[in-house]
């Protein structure tokens, strides 16, 4: 194995991507390629190769992983994300994936019901919404499935409450105004279903008190 490049990085000056056969495959501080001994167009032994690799460099990303995910909860993605933007090698970001995956330190599905409770708690969204910004964040659509099934939402319920928020509690009588507020309710995530109830129910309740 040939070191064919040691690159400073931009971001870091401190630190070198090291690239072995022209593929990168670690980054190493300038006082750690001193130490090693690394200098392009020489060899770097297997063992030495190994050393860094397991002793150095897997448990700075596996460092790296956890204090990110100590901040708060994280999708797969994220984390994965995040390794990858601290220019580690795709062998060691998958070893480290796969070591929190398999003690729990990252759980895709505890995060997805663990964010539906929050959203629905503060402030309440349809179950298409819902999908959605668990989409973006990496989740996969098995997951979220699974996580929705295991989550009490009323979103007719949820749908009323933000209409009487809005109008406090009276439908105005202006068509631009009605369509408004199904805009508003659409881009929660509800149905035309549940927004058609949500105002049918609201109306009722209007009804009753006068």
Not at 17 to 22: E, G, K, L, W
Not at 123 to 150: H, N, S, T, V
Not at 178 to 183: E, N, P, V
Request: glycine share 6%.
């Amino acid at each position: 194995m040939i070191v064919t490049n040691i690159k400073e990085q931009k971001k870091d000056p401190a630190m070198r991507n090291i690239y072995v056969d022209h593929t990168y495959v670690f980054s190493l501080t300038a006082q750690d390629v001193r130490y090693f001994k690394l200098e392009e167009g020489r060899e770097i032994p297997q063992e030495t190769f190994d050393f860094i690799q397991e002793n150095l460099i897997y448990i700075k990303a596996q460092d790296t992983a956890l204090r990110y995910l100590g901040y708060k909860m994280r999708t797969k993605a994220e984390v994965r994300r995040k390794l990858e933007e601290g220019a580690f090698a795709p062998e060691t970001v998958a070893r480290v994936m796969e070591f929190l995956e398999r003690y729990g330190y990252c759980d895709d599905l505890a995060y997805a019901k663990a964010f539906m409770k929050e959203r629905l708690r503060l402030r309440p969204k349809g179950a298409y919404a819902l999908k959605m910004e668990l989409r973006q964040r990496g989740i996969e659509e098995e997951i979220i499935e699974k996580a929705l099934a295991g989550t009490e939402i009323n979103e007719t319920a949820d749908a009323l409450r933000w209409l009487e928020k809005k109008t406090k509690g009276r439908l105005p009588q202006e068509e631009k105004e009605l369509q408004r507020l199904y805009g508003f309710l659409q881009r929660k995530g509800y149905g035309w279903d549940v927004i058609r109830e949500a105002f049918h129910l609201l109306a009722q309740r209007e009804g009753e008190r006068e």
